[in-house]
């Protein structure tokens, strides 16, 4: 056998042995021969650098340092889940999936694994990146680290397809956590405080050889990818297993809601015999036809319900109530509480949402509180010991003026906030802005955080986001935490940023009500700044799923004199305020005022490709079928109903051809 027939044969029995031990749990070789075949293959790795594969098995213990990890868009959306916590809630999600799809619907249960999200790139077998949840839509590239965890494959086994990525939880089993405090401990060091934040942690260590030393794991539950044969999300679960990936075998099929929260109820008693963490259970409409028919809101999958096990609840003192001002001048009341653990972290403060929240369960300073974690993220407040409650207490007189500059608070009639009206004096509205700005959905400005902003307007270098672009290193460099080398990065940044798409700045922009999506249709719409710039509310509002309170925000902002001078100084400074030539090429308006109901299975192109070429001509996808609809354009296995509802409704139904022909 020549030198690089040994070294292949080596990888192949170490990657079997691996994948034994590993995700199957089941070694077929002692540790000490495992190591002694590792050892024998790096050094003929080291005498035959010819032969190097960025996916050995000798690469698992790490080395590389990464000093920035380089952020990439998801080729695919990472979305979040709703949650449930009822019986009730469940059945109203079903009843509302019912209405949108045909046919019996069957479920995925799968445990909810607390973890830190990751996308896994898989070509020609071997793995390409790994990338970090992030806010969804992009997150950072840790490929290096993740490649140290051994029950994540870095070459696949059986008939897998040649481009596709696979989403799981990286998480830290219990066994690992106590022994690396136990570790810790011994060296009189802080011990971790929970597996979840620990796993997320370590995802961002610079030295992947300090990663390896941990013992994570990777457990996947979902593929994506065009065309790859597959029909439901349990066969998902089983093509994953049998090409080599971890995938716990918890999860059953559920053929109702009834057998759904059998599920549910087992698992609420039974995780604790589990050896990882979960804080509830996912529940998926099983058939990926259906799951695409019924599509996503824009936060979340219409065909998936997190049902999270009841929140962990402790009791401790509420020592004192502050105030923040957010960007737009809310005022949010803090509780500041006594510490305590709760759900495996240490909680000191909780939100207490306005003054209704605070008047209608008679929070007071001093009071014995009961506090959970909502969802098991955000603390929050639930009601009041009274038992514990010192006499003489009086109720809680919430503030009239801003505690950051002095002024009269306003409360909107039908609003539950207070607002500090003073727009452009107030400190923290002034660097709020200024942070929404150049956060990573909007402008996205490396070397920028929300700390050197506060930093740059307690120092007066700038008042507001157009200042920005007129900042110069030596202004920088004399700041507080600050270098040449960081004062450069931060000046590139924000040049950087004169090249970020034009729905996104007008997202950055701050104008209230205006989220992503409606910037991205208001820009789609108007193509530039100037155009939103000049139209009535009546224009506005004329726009699909544009309402009343969105067009009075945007004829508000714009008939600021302030906001209209900003505008032009982001004009004058380069930043994209319309729609680029190539995107222009790619947008007409041949489908204008058309709505498209999309159903079934595509040959051409896929669905999600089908939906942006309709709205970059102009035209709208709606979920359902109605009197309103246009079109809908049908596939293989178009729903019976949906075909039936068309008809009776007199909708032209239309093929793949029939559509591309229409935009070409």
């Known amino acids: 056998m020549n030198p690089q027939q040994k070294i292949n044969a080596l990888r192949d029995e170490l990657r079997e042995h691996n994948y034994n031990y590993y995700v199957l749990d089941n070694p077929t070789i002692s540790d000490y021969d495992f190591d002694m075949k590792l050892k024998e293959l790096q050094a003929l790795e080291e005498t035959h650098p010819e032969f190097h594969d960025p996916n050995s098995p000798t690469l698992r213990v790490g080395g590389e340092v990464t000093k920035n990890f380089e952020t990439i868009p998801h080729t695919y959306r990472m979305y979040s889940l709703d949650?449930?916590?009822?019986?009730?809630?469940?059945?109203d999600w079903e009843k509302r999936i019912k209405k949108l799809v045909d046919g019996e619907i069957e479920y995925t249960c799968e445990l909810k694994y607390d973890g830190a999200s990751m996308s896994l790139t898989y070509e020609d077998g071997k793995l390409l990146r790994a990338v970090t949840r992030g806010d969804g839509f992009q997150g950072d590239n840790v490929t290096t680290n993740v490649k140290t965890i051994n029950s994540v494959p870095l070459q696949l086994k059986g008939n897998y397809p040649p481009l596709f990525e696979i989403r799981g939880e990286i998480i830290l089993p219990f066994d690992g956590f106590n022994k690396m405090n136990e570790e810790r401990i011994a060296a009189g060091e802080e011990p971790y405080r929970n597996p979840r934040n620990t796993a997320s942690g370590s995802?961002?260590?610079?030295d992947s050889s300090e990663v390896a030393k941990r013992p994570l794991e990777c457990l996947l539950y979902s593929i994506k990818g065009e065309r790859l044969g597959i029909t439901t999300q349990f066969e998902n679960l089983e093509k994953a297993r049998e090409w080599g990936f971890k995938v716990p075998a918890e999860a059953r099929l559920a053929k109702s809601i009834d057998e759904v929260l059998e599920y549910v109820n087992y698992w609420d008693v039974h995780r604790h015999d589990?050896?990882?963490?979960?804080?509830g259970v996912v529940i998926k409409v099983n058939n990926l036809q259906q799951q695409e028919e019924l599509g996503h809101t824009s936060k979340a999958p219409r065909w998936a319900m997190a049902y999270k096990f009841k929140a962990e609840q402790v009791s401790t003192v509420l020592k004192e109530i502050t105030y923040q001002v957010g960007r737009t001048g809310a005022i949010t009341p803090v509780a500041n509480l006594e510490p305590v653990e709760l759900a495996g972290t240490i909680v000191k403060r909780a939100s207490l949402h306005n003054a209704d929240q605070i008047a209608k369960l008679d929070i007071r300073e001093g009071d014995t509180v009961y506090v959970e974690k909502g969802g098991e993220i955000i603390p929050k407040i639930m009601?009041?010991?009274?038992?514990?409650?010192?006499?003489g207490s009086s109720p809680t007189q919430y503030i009239t003026q801003c505690p950051e500059c002095a002024t009269d608070l306003i409360r909107k009639e039908g609003e539950a906030q207070h607002y500090c009206p003073n727009v452009e004096g107030c400190p923290p509205q002034i660097a709020g802005r200024i942070q929404h700005y150049i956060s990573r959905k909007a402008m996205d400005i490396e070397g920028l955080g929300g700390e050197t902003v506060v930093l740059l307007v307690e120092n007066k270098l700038i008042e507001n986001y157009a200042d920005l672009y007129e900042l110069t290193q030596e202004q920088i460099i004399p700041l507080e935490r600050m270098a040449e080398k960081s004062a450069e990065n931060l000046v590139l940044g924000i040049e950087a940023s004169k090249k970020i798409p034009f729905e996104r700045v007008l997202f950055a922009l701050g104008i209230r009500y205006v989220g992503?999506?409606?910037?991205?249709k208001l820009a789609r719409h108007y193509k530039s700044i100037d155009a939103l710039m000049a139209a009535s509310e009546e224009d506005l509002v004329a726009i699909d799923e544009i309402g009343d309170r969105i067009a009075e925000s945007v004829i508000s902002f714009f008939s600021s004199e302030e906001n209209v001078t900003l505008v032009n100084r982001l004009k004058e400074h380069g930043v994209q305020l319309e729609i680029s030539e190539e995107e222009r090429a790619n947008q007409t308006d041949t489908l204008q005022g058309k709505t498209f109901v999309v159903s079934g299975?595509?040959?051409?192109?896929?669905?999600n490709e089908l939906k942006k070429l309709i709205e970059n001509n102009g035209g709208k996808v709606s979920g359902s079928i109605s009197g309103k609809t246009s079109f809908v354009v049908a596939g293989d296995n178009m729903g019976p109903s949906k075909r039936t509802k068309a008809e009776s409704l007199g909708v032209p139904i239309i093929s793949e051809d029939d559509f591309l022909a229409m935009i070409s």
């Open 274 to 279: 589990l050896p990882y963490e979960t804080d």
């Open 516 to 520: 992503e999506t409606v910037a991205k």
């Open 601 to 607: 299975v595509f040959e051409k192109v896929s669905r």
């Open 203 to 206: 995802l961002k260590l610079q």
């Open 83 to 91: 949650n449930s916590y009822s019986k009730e809630d469940l059945e």
């Open 383 to 391: 009601g009041v010991d009274l038992s514990k409650r010192k006499v």
